[in-house]
């Protein structure tokens, strides 16, 4: 089972050269946030934020606005140091325990997943938090496989390892439609709507 504290302290230690050891696919990226349905004027919370990888691609696309958070609170503070816009909120703390007092379009978690200590408590958290109509995505800018290879050495421990896209469309689909379930050579995603 993994420990909070013990992700918290990966990640806080992981931070100083998160940035510069970041590596990108814009044009999966771009696809993620297709199928994830952000586009102008959504109001979107993008779960596990890190060091607001993805905040740069929801500004461009128009969002109203996005509520960011983290449970590590070095990455929140690179985070914070970045982005300063009045629609953005940058929030550390555990987003299955978060009251946001608000629900949202769009929910995304991206590259982010299996540090969660319990998937389907995750999804059935994050399904209520949606507006009607809205979607919840689940994605990676790479394979279940490379996910997985990446995670077994030194962050096997705080890694449930990336679930099959299938069992994941199963626990969405006691609460959400699944609009999108891929898992192939270059990315993985699941994608479900209110």
Known sequence: MIET??????FDRLAPN??????????IISLILDNAGVRTG?????????????IPDYLARGVASLTAIDISPKMVEI????????????L?????????????????????????????????????????????????????????AHHHGTASHVS??????????AIFEKYLSVTVEISDERMYQVTGQR
């Open 160 to 169: 449930n390892g990336l679930m099959p896209a299938e069992e994941l469309a």
């Open 92 to 148: 550390c703390g555990d987003a299955e325990n978060m009251d946001f007092g608000r629900q949202f379009d769009c929910i995304v978690v991206y590259n982010a997943f299996p540090h969660f200590p319990d998937p389907e408590r995750l999804i059935t958290r994050l399904a209520f938090l949606l507006k009607e109509g809205g979607t919840l995505t689940v994605a990676h800018g790479m394979s279940r496989e490379k996910i997985d």
């Open 5 to 10: 504290k013990e992700v918290i302290d990966f």
């Open 79 to 90: 985070a914070r140091g970045k982005f300063a816009q009045e629609n953005v909120t940058i």
């Open 18 to 27: 998160w940035d510069a050891e970041l590596i990108r696919n814009d044009r």
């Open 42 to 54: 959504k109001d979107v919370l993008d779960v596990a934020t890190g060091t607001g990888v993805l």
